[in-house]
């Protein structure tokens, strides 16, 4: 691409290096912005630098919190015995939206993922088994993705915590709600069999 | 979505009022701006903010330009008589990548829609019939979109050059080079065999 203006080249470069947005996309959203009033452009750019140079994360949990301790970690009513071990903030706020579970959090920050250079060290795995050494945690249940790195990360925290009084549990895997039978993958179909509810409690989760 | 983090929920917002991104994708792209260094986003927000603020559009052709006249108009090797009409500077780029135009572009900046309120007086057209006006052009080859509001464009201009010393083309709509004729729709092909072309004009364009 042959750009008439070095300011122009620069902005396209800079928004093409962010991810899943190649050169094209990023050449329209800058034309975008420069057809919108200059206060938008300010606003993004305020917003995001603002962001990243003041942004904090709970002592606690780790979540992207603006306070010291983040709201559901200094909630009273939250159930400080039972911790949910996710990826990052998008999935408490995808379980958050369930209101299914009234525990805290723990975010990692990611996953182990050799092929990424990603190991134990990079994510927030000490301060998690320092939290259940201190003896106040009767469950932890692991909510990460169920792909090979997320299957990774979990074994190697259960293997830490070898010899710790505490419960671990995985969240179900099994058939979406609302998904055919026939379109379900023999993987998940087989887990699904093998860790068949009794059917009361199927009707109780309604 | 419910966020942990205002300046997060801020941020997320900003982004998503660029086309085609939605608050899924915004936090997304926010998230990993947060995993990156902090010098990223800096220069991300500067390069959109210096573009903004100091874009400049070539006096004569209305090309994003760093300078007052932009490369094109200022290089003495293009015909000045035949002139582009394009609809913005995507499309310079394009026509430039095919290096088969000598002259000079003039950028619209848009195309005239009712629909979203984009009339002639918002588009760089008055400059345009100035120009024509001035008697230094020969040729104005069309070359907008084929849709609908790019034909309503070409018309417009058209009517308003009534009376003036100027050759008016468009450029040839047909069947794109690889494309299998089964494929084509009607219009298209109804169109490229009305307006053939002589064999030898074919085989010298290869």
Do not use: W
């Not at 904090?56 to 911790?83: G, L, M, Q, Y």
């Not at 379980?95 to 190991?119: C, R």
């Not at 925290?157 to 969240?171: A, F, M, N, P, R």
């Amino acid at each position: 691409m042959e750009f008439s203006s070095k300011l122009l080249e620069n902005a396209v470069y800079e928004m093409s290096q962010l991810p899943g947005i190649g050169k094209r996309t990023a050449l329209r959203l800058v034309l975008h912005l420069l057809r919108q009033p200059e206060a938008q452009t300010h606003s993004l750019s305020d917003a995001l630098t603002k962001l990243r140079d003041d942004v904090n994360f709970c002592r606690n949990c780790h979540n992207i919190s603006d306070t010291e301790i983040c709201e559901i970690c200094a909630n009273p009513k939250r159930d400080k015995s039972i911790v949910c071990v996710v990826e990052d903030v998008r999935d408490v706020m995808a379980i958050e939206n369930t209101s299914q579970f009234k525990g805290l959090y723990h975010v990692l920050g990611g996953k182990i993922s050799p092929m990424e250079g990603i190991g134990p060290q990079d994510l927030n795995v000490v301060s998690l088994i320092n939290k259940v050494k201190e003896g106040n945690i009767k469950e932890l249940i692991f909510a990460l993705s169920s792909t090979m790195e997320g299957d990774t990360t979990n074994f190697y925290i259960y293997k830490q915590l070898e010899g710790h009084d505490v419960i671990t549990s995985t969240i179900a895997r099994g058939i979406s709600v609302g998904d055919e039978l026939e379109y379900a993958d023999e993987v998940t179909l087989g887990r699904s069999i093998l860790n068949r509810v009794p059917f009361e409690n199927s009707i109780k989760a309604d």
